[in-house]
């Protein structure tokens, strides 16, 4: 279907774009890569009367080093983030969950700011963020702030940015000698995922010296798996003793009953997954 | 009405459209590019494929206006001179469709796969296919057409040649 009409401007900077969305139009909406927001509109779901779109404000591509953390501008596609040298040498956690997101063409098209702001519960990049400590800049006509995963994921398709911010960039502080799994369970090609989990260990000498985990689908937002994390601190990296660590994996959630499978199912597939994940993370 | 500029298949076009155009419709009902199809109404079939500065997208979730001052590449643009894209080819020698209407997407995704990553597992082809539905083929003969044009395939009659 075509989308109800509504007035476009495609602004070049940050500080033109925050201009745009305090304009009075009745109902405004950001435009990053439109790979949830076109379907939406071609849907009619929605329809905003005016389409910023942040196409073109080149300040918001691209991945830095900055020292102690690498930072992704949010209009960041998923395949230059899944290709990244950078991210792939100090977060390879997002590389590994990039990869899965989608199929090619919307990985060409839609972005890390985007899938982080629309906050889907089976979208994959929250989960990794969260377990990585990432941090969000979010910026408004007052200027910028920072807030923590914790804070930036407050619900279903909600989060801390405000109708008049933008999400600017992702600072993901290094985890350069780390490795990192997304595992991701779907039962059909291009689909959303049932369950996903999200693992980053850190092993010295065959023991588990650090480990971040976090849980796709198992809530309105990404959950850390805290009970898993600090179960699997201090032990061998071996089979029975990531088993028996995962099986905490569903504590604190709180998964929905839908059609691709019941609460019960997804509190299993938390353990198996993050069994999994832990598993190819670790590398035994 | 915005006004654009876009190149598509080697031409540069200016027009005017509407914001909510989206570039699949601009294609084909302004610039007249009809081997691009449109498959569905939720971003999942992959028909509409065609390459943006190079890269495949889904023109069915691409607004004409972001298209401004970029260029595009459709299924038509591939020939040259009469003479099938290599891939064009290999889909036709490995009866890689049947009704044909996920062709144009098809062949456009192959050749940015294989951009990417010129010498693909069977794996990676099927998965670097997965934005885009077949309902004829069973996907066998597509896979084997795309895998014939992998740095280092050669195809059967190639083969031959080479021998005699
Ligand atoms: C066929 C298909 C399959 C998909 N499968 C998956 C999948 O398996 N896993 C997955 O994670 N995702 C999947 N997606 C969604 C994809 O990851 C989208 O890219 C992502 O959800 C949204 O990113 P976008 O850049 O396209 O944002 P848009 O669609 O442009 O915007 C999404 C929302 O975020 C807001 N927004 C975007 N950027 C900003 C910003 N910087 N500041 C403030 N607000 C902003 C917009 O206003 C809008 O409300 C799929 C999409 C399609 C079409
Ligand atoms: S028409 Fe189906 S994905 Fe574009
Ligand atoms: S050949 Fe008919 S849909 Fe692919």
Redesign the interface.
């Given at each position: 279907m075509i989308p109800a009409a509504f007035d476009y401007t495609a602004p070049e900077s940050v500080s033109e774009a925050l201009e745009a969305l305090r304009s009075d139009a009745e109902e405004i909406k950001v435009l990053a890569g439109g790979q949830s927001l076109i379907p939406v509109l071609r849907l009619r779901l929605a329809a905003p009367t005016l389409l910023v779109d942040l196409g073109r404000i080149s300040e918001l591509h691209g991945i830095t080093d900055e020292g102690d953390a690498i930072v992704i501008g949010a209009m960041t596609t998923h395949h230059d983030v899944a290709t990244n040298p950078l991210v792939a040498e100090h977060a390879v956690l997002l590389t590994k969950a990039a990869e899965t997101v989608a199929d090619p063409q919307v990985r060409h098209r839609g972005t890390f700011g985007g899938a982080l702001v629309h906050a889907d519960p089976a979208g994959d990049m929250p989960a990794p963020a969260l377990a990585l400590g990432a941090e969000f800049v979010i910026t408004g006509v007052d200027g910028e702030r920072t807030v923590t995963a914790a804070d930036f994921f407050q619900d279903l398709f909600t989060t801390a940015v405000g109708e008049d911010e933008l999400l600017t960039k992702v600072r993901i502080p290094k985890h350069t000698s780390w490795s990192g799994h997304y595992e991701k369970f779907t039962r059909v090609a291009q689909q959303w995922s049932i369950v996903a989990v999200a693992a980053a260990v850190k092993a010295d000498a065959g023991t588990i010296s650090e480990a971040k985990v976090a849980l796709t689908n198992m809530g309105s937002t990404p959950i850390r798996a805290t009970a898993v994390e600090q179960a699997l601190v201090g032990q061998p990296a071996t089979a029975g003793a990531i088993k028996a660590a995962a099986a905490h994996a569903d504590e604190g959630t709180n998964p929905l009953t839908d059609t691709n499978g019941d609460a019960d199912y997804r509190r299993h597939l938390a353990k198996v997954l993050t069994r999994r994940a832990v598993v190819s993370a670790a590398g035994v | 009405m915005?006004q654009i500029s876009i190149n598509v298949d080697g031409v540069n076009y200016s027009d005017d459209v509407?914001?909510?155009?989206?570039l699949v419709?601009y294609l084909r009902e302004q610039v007249g590019k009809t081997g691009t199809v449109i498959g569905c109404?939720?971003?999942?079939c992959?028909s509409c494929?065609v390459h943006?500065d190079g890269?495949?997208?889904?023109s069915?979730?691409?607004?004409a206006?972001?298209a401004?001052g970029h260029e595009v590449t459709t299924i038509e643009g591939l020939a040259v001179d009469g003479q099938l894209h290599p891939m064009q080819q290999a889909f036709h020698e490995n009866h890689a469709l049947q009704c044909g209407y996920c062709t144009p997407g098809m062949i456009m995704?192959s050749i940015?796969?294989l951009n990417?990553n010129p010498s693909p597992s069977e794996e990676e082809v099927r998965d670097?296919l997965?934005?885009?539905l077949c309902r004829c083929t069973g996907y066998q003969n597509i896979v084997k057409a795309v895998l014939s044009q992998a740095e280092g395939a050669r195809t059967p009659s190639e083969a031959q040649g080479a021998q005699s």
């Open positions: - | 915005t509407e914001p909510r155009t989206l419709h109404d939720t971003s999942n992959g494929t943006l890269q495949s997208v889904k069915c979730s691409v607004f206006v972001q401004d995704q940015d796969l990417e670097g997965e934005g885009n």
